[in-house]
T-cell receptor, first 114, second 118 residues
């Protein structure tokens, strides 16, 4: 089945220790997104790629970076995780960037910062 | 500016009774509207979407929603709740006026947690 896969499902890192979360998709979608979701809150968009074009949300901290080496893969790098970065990180894809194209989500990576 | 308000943070129903999750939006132009469901420790799954076609939209798992422009509402309903419907539901609005090639114009509601009692 075509899908969005996130690895790992659970990630524990230490305060200040860089961490990378990965996402892959078999849908061949043009757009890939990273969302941060804290407990009992709605997902918050961090950034997205339309093909190779990177789009950063204005309020995304510099601590968060992303890479998309090819259509299928996208990575979220947190350079120096703080306690406030503990959250569920959701990767999503869509066929096009536009108002009618729904998002397809992975199951998320839950990040714990100790 | 566009916004979306989910009127209830928590709804509790008994199994077999109807479900109503309320969503109101504000949009300066012709919106697209979505409902997503999130089960614990899972990603979000699209239930249904409205994109200016029929105002009554049928989705998966027996859910449907009606777009009412005069009331700026897009409430989610289901005739008979199942235990498996217990989850968090997000209403999402997207607006052509704010579209600039970015999906950053997707506005999420704060979510409604649905509990289903046996």
């Amino acid at each position: 089945d075509a899908m969005v896969i996130q690895n790992p499902r659970y990630q524990v890192t230490q305060f200040g220790k860089p961490v990378t979360l990965s996402c892959s998709q078999t849908l061949n979608h043009n757009v890939m997104y990273w969302y941060q979701q804290k407990s009992s809150q709605a997902p918050k968009l961090l950034f997205h790629y339309y093909d190779k074009d990177f789009n950063n949300e204005a309020d995304t901290p510099d601590n968060f970076q992303s890479r998309r080496p090819n259509t299928s893969f996208c990575f979220l790098d947190i350079r120096s995780p703080g306690l406030g970065d503990a959250a569920m990180y959701l990767c999503a894809t869509s066929y096009q960037a536009g108002t009618e194209s729904p998002l397809h989500f992975g199951n998320g990576t839950r990040l714990t910062v100790t | 500016a566009q916004s979306v308000t989910q009127l209830d943070s928590h709804v509790s129903v008994s199994e077999g009774t109807p479900v109503l999750l309320r969503c109101n939006y504000s949009s300066s132009y012709s919106p697209s509207l979505f409902w997503y469901v999130q089960h614990p420790n899972k990603g979000l799954q699209l239930l249904l979407k409205y994109t200016s076609a029929a105002t009554l939209v049928k989705g998966i798992n027996g859910f449907e929603a009606e777009f009412k422009k005069s009331e700026t509402s897009f409430h989610l309903t289901k005739p008979s709740a199942h235990m498996s419907d217990a989850a968090e539901y997000f209403c999402v609005v997207s607006d052509l006026m704010n579209y600039g090639g970015s999906q950053g114009n997707l506005i999420f509601g704060k979510g409604t947690k649905l509990s289903v009692k046996p």
